[in-house]
């Protein structure tokens, strides 16, 4: 029998929700340093109890954890990340040079070979690299060196890279979403990096079409079509199927197109949900009501699941890096809210139910299939 | 030994009791007490002060003697009752925040 973990950031702790494959019944952890923030944890694909956490304090600054049990225990690894070189400067919100300054990680990514090895994205926007299991950190400052980068300017939850994918097929390709800088790819381990935005129109820029400057919220990828991304921007829901060199529009006929997370089915890889929010003023669903769109045309026509999610009162958000999915036959799909409920649905988002329910508010939701 | 006093937090993050105790070699100042505390306690380093500009978190405050000790030079002599031992320093958090 599988086992499903799923590991939870919030803005007041980790924790650590398992289940069988059943999936009915749902044991939560205490929390892992209570009152800390925990931007986001990931376990390493190819040794599931190794699981990197990133642990921040607005006193302490940033942490970081790993765990070798399966999230039981923790050991503190290295939190120096150092920009390579003169850092410079970017582009502050109003037009001015800032420096850049480090603030946290927003994002890990483990590699796919090697449990040692594993990429973190930051605020300021940067990407960094681990090969020992956390305890130094590198910074591939090629991203940051772009030629664009000084034009990169925060977004309001200030510049950071929060999506880090690497192609299955080609652990040389990266791909980066960067707030709001826009996307980048890689094609040779991080030494040289491209914006891929062509087919983004961003109506607030001054340049809509700009090459860099874009809001982009998140980007997923199915692993059986590493080519194939969908994007949730801050407005605008999009897809390449050529990795990246130009984007489609499949908002479609989602209610309203803003939003942060999307995410697609493990087996079905033109499935793919979002959670529609009202609008970039007032983060929480339309109407009081939460919905999950789906889409199984991998874009253009949606349609709501609604059933076991609130359908009235109802004014949570749910954040960028907070939905994930299983790998059961039965695909399970996770999101976590900042009311502090983590919903789940066994049957491919036609129902849901709220697995824990009065977390903090919850940041960042990770799936293991054990 | 300096006796140090740290924030809720920070005794979780070292895994550490309410007060612990370490060896300063050299005079007493705020920078080799630190220096020392992070000797020891690996996990600390960064979150007291600032991995680059090696300052003072701007939440954190550093009390002794009832002195608020916070803005004195990192390399001036502690107070006498501090490098014998007798009164702790004191690493505290600010009341802030809220917002979350």
Redesign the interface.
């Given at each position: 029998m599988s086992e499903v973990r799923v590991l939870v950031g919030t803005?007041?702790g980790a924790f650590v929700l398992t289940s069988d494959g059943k999936r009915q019944h749902w044991k939560v952890s205490a929390p892992h340093?209570?009152?800390?923030?925990f931007y986001h944890l990931k376990g390493s694909p190819v040794d599931p109890n190794r699981i990197y956490a990133s642990q921040s304090?607005?006193?302490?600054?940033?942490?970081m954890q790993r765990s070798n049990d399966g999230g039981k225990t923790w050991e503190?690894v290295g939190?120096?990340?150092?920009y390579d070189g003169i850092p410079g400067t970017h582009q502050w919100y109003d037009g001015t040079p800032h420096p850049w300054e480090?603030k946290r990680v927003w994002h890990l990514e483990p590699s796919l070979t090697d449990p040692e090895t594993v990429y973190a994205g930051v605020e300021d926007a940067a990407l960094f690299k681990s090969i020992d299991g956390g305890a130094t950190w590198t910074e591939l400052s090629a991203l940051r060196g772009h030629s664009t980068g000084s034009q990169w300017a925060p977004g309001a939850g200030g510049l950071c890279l929060h999506t880090i994918l690497i192609d299955p097929s080609d652990h040389q390709r990266l791909y980066v979403a960067i707030s709001s800088a826009g996307a980048f790819r890689s094609d040779d381990g991080g030494a040289g990096w491209k914006p891929i935005t062509k087919g983004l129109h961003s109506k607030y820029l001054p340049v809509p079409d700009a090459e860099v400057g874009h809001c982009v919220h998140r980007i997923a990828m199915h692993p059986s079509r590493p080519q194939t991304l969908f994007m949730q921007k801050h407005w605008d829901v999009m897809r390449t199927d050529d990795s990246g060199e130009s984007w489609q529009k499949i908002s479609g006929n989602l209610p309203t197109d803003f939003g942060f997370a999307i995410d697609v089915h493990a087996h079905e890889p033109e499935t793919v949900f979002v959670v529609p929010i009202k609008n970039d003023s007032e983060h929480y669903p339309l109407d009081g009501k939460l919905q999950v769109f789906r889409s199984r045309s991998g874009g253009h026509e949606w349609e709501p699941l609604t059933k076991g999610l609130p359908q009235q009162d109802c004014y949570v958000n749910v954040l960028r890096e907070a939905m994930d999915v299983d790998t059961l036959d039965s695909c399970g799909i996770y999101f976590g809210t900042t009311g502090g409920q983590v919903y789940a649905s066994t049957d491919g988002g036609d129902s849901w139910t709220a697995i824990v329910r009065d977390l903090p508010?919850v940041v960042s939701v990770e799936v293991q299939t054990i | 030994m300096v006796r140090v006093e740290l924030?809720?937090?920070?005794r979780?993050?070292a895994r550490v009791d309410k007060e612990i105790a370490v060896d300063v070699p050299g005079e007493v100042t705020i920078a080799s007490v630190l220096d020392a505390l992070e000797a020891r306690f690996?996990?600390l380093?960064?979150?007291?002060r600032?991995?680059?500009t090696g300052e003072r978190?701007p939440?954190?405050r550093f009390f002794a003697c009832e002195e608020d000790l916070s803005f004195a030079p990192p390399t001036a002599p502690l107070p006498d009752a501090v490098a014998r031992g007798v009164e702790p320093l004191i690493i505290l958090?600010?009341i802030?925040?809220g917002s979350?």
């Amino acid at each position: 029998m599988s086992e499903v973990r799923v590991l939870v950031g919030t803005r007041k702790g980790a924790f650590v929700l398992t289940s069988d494959g059943k999936r009915q019944h749902w044991k939560v952890s205490a929390p892992h340093f209570g009152g800390w923030e925990f931007y986001h944890l990931k376990g390493s694909p190819v040794d599931p109890n190794r699981i990197y956490a990133s642990q921040s304090s607005a006193w302490f600054g940033q942490t970081m954890q790993r765990s070798n049990d399966g999230g039981k225990t923790w050991e503190t690894v290295g939190n120096k990340f150092l920009y390579d070189g003169i850092p410079g400067t970017h582009q502050w919100y109003d037009g001015t040079p800032h420096p850049w300054e480090f603030k946290r990680v927003w994002h890990l990514e483990p590699s796919l070979t090697d449990p040692e090895t594993v990429y973190a994205g930051v605020e300021d926007a940067a990407l960094f690299k681990s090969i020992d299991g956390g305890a130094t950190w590198t910074e591939l400052s090629a991203l940051r060196g772009h030629s664009t980068g000084s034009q990169w300017a925060p977004g309001a939850g200030g510049l950071c890279l929060h999506t880090i994918l690497i192609d299955p097929s080609d652990h040389q390709r990266l791909y980066v979403a960067i707030s709001s800088a826009g996307a980048f790819r890689s094609d040779d381990g991080g030494a040289g990096w491209k914006p891929i935005t062509k087919g983004l129109h961003s109506k607030y820029l001054p340049v809509p079409d700009a090459e860099v400057g874009h809001c982009v919220h998140r980007i997923a990828m199915h692993p059986s079509r590493p080519q194939t991304l969908f994007m949730q921007k801050h407005w605008d829901v999009m897809r390449t199927d050529d990795s990246g060199e130009s984007w489609q529009k499949i908002s479609g006929n989602l209610p309203t197109d803003f939003g942060f997370a999307i995410d697609v089915h493990a087996h079905e890889p033109e499935t793919v949900f979002v959670v529609p929010i009202k609008n970039d003023s007032e983060h929480y669903p339309l109407d009081g009501k939460l919905q999950v769109f789906r889409s199984r045309s991998g874009g253009h026509e949606w349609e709501p699941l609604t059933k076991g999610l609130p359908q009235q009162d109802c004014y949570v958000n749910v954040l960028r890096e907070a939905m994930d999915v299983d790998t059961l036959d039965s695909c399970g799909i996770y999101f976590g809210t900042t009311g502090g409920q983590v919903y789940a649905s066994t049957d491919g988002g036609d129902s849901w139910t709220a697995i824990v329910r009065d977390l903090p508010p919850v940041v960042s939701v990770e799936v293991q299939t054990i | 030994m300096v006796r140090v006093e740290l924030p809720y937090h920070l005794r979780q993050l070292a895994r550490v009791d309410k007060e612990i105790a370490v060896d300063v070699p050299g005079e007493v100042t705020i920078a080799s007490v630190l220096d020392a505390l992070e000797a020891r306690f690996p996990m600390l380093q960064g979150t007291i002060r600032d991995h680059v500009t090696g300052e003072r978190r701007p939440l954190l405050r550093f009390f002794a003697c009832e002195e608020d000790l916070s803005f004195a030079p990192p390399t001036a002599p502690l107070p006498d009752a501090v490098a014998r031992g007798v009164e702790p320093l004191i690493i505290l958090g600010a009341i802030a925040g809220g917002s979350r």
